[in-house]
């Protein structure tokens, strides 16, 4: 029998997982606030239910997307929430990029189960419709295995880290490189300018040159630097944020990366 999957947070990221999800075959019970999120998933084959405890309760699997550690709080824990009121050998995967220390909490706060796993993502909306996003998965690996055929319905490569937290420390790092190459790519266009060169001639020049990142690739598909800035800067302040605290609280100094990050000509602070 296929696994029953819950799942809650239905936005920008959340929406295209479920209908691939959907597609894929599972019964997929889901908790969405607004009616014409609702109406589409619907439409698509999913069950809509009205709170995240009912999709929990029926789930073998409940998938989390949510944009905030406040919201991931909200959701999970007290006693209408999906760690309430997931069966105990459920599995629990948190997409929600935010602090360690929050996801520790919310195990903690339920030793008996559900199996709670932090599962940070690396893509886009259009990486998940097409079925390739990464997903890096922390926790104990029976479970983490047992989620595999789950997430591979929107995700091309899956990867465990280690113990709970481990994919939320891996992916903080990712995501502070990944800020500190777009400063670094829009720096290079600054001397690109002064060198007469148009800002679309020069990344279309990286993207098959050495000096190629998949930050100027991200660059060149959004449609140039402003374009860039509007659409990802708001998810880069916040997973700057993120990482700036963990750090902060662990004692660790990110040094020149921070630099990079605070000083150059996007709006990441």
């Not at 993502?121 to 079925?131: P, Q, R």
């Not at 020069?202 to 860039?228: E, N, P, Q």
């Not at 100094?253 to 602070?269: K, N, R």
């Amino acid at each position: 029998m296929s696994q029953v999957v819950g799942f809650v947070g239905a936005g920008q990221m959340g929406e295209p997982m479920v209908v691939r999800l959907v597609r894929a075959g599972f019964r997929t019970v889901v908790f969405a606030r607004r009616e014409p999120v609702r109406e589409r998933l619907r439409a698509e084959g999913a069950e809509v239910v009205d709170s995240a405890a009912e999709a929990a309760a029926v789930a073998d699997v409940v998938i989390a997307c949510l944009f905030s550690d406040a919201q991931l709080i909200e959701v999970l824990g007290g006693p209408e929430g999906v760690l309430a009121n997931a069966r105990p050998d459920a599995v629990v995967v948190s997409h929600t990029t935010g602090a360690v220390s929050t996801v520790k909490d919310l195990a903690a706060a339920r030793p008996d189960g559900p199996t709670l796993l932090d599962g940070p993502v690396s893509g886009s909306a259009e990486d998940i419709a097409a079925g390739k996003l990464t997903v890096l998965l922390g926790g104990p690996a029976d479970p983490v295995e047992a989620v595999r055929p789950v997430l591979a319905s929107y995700a091309e490569t899956i990867i465990g880290t280690g113990a709970l937290g481990s994919a939320l420390g891996v992916k903080l790092v990712n995501n502070a490189l990944f800020a500190a190459n777009a400063q670094l790519v829009a720096l290079a266009a600054q001397v690109g300018r002064e060198l007469g060169i148009e800002d679309g001639q020069l990344l279309r020049a990286l993207s098959v040159a050495s000096g190629r990142s998949y930050a100027a690739d991200s660059i060149l598909r959004t449609g140039g630097f402003a374009k860039f800035e509007q659409r990802a800067a708001p998810f880069l302040r916040k997973d700057v944020a993120a990482c700036v605290a963990a750090t902060a609280d662990l004692g660790i100094d990110l040094g020149q990366l921070a630099a990079v990050i605070t000083e150059g000509p996007f709006d990441l602070s």
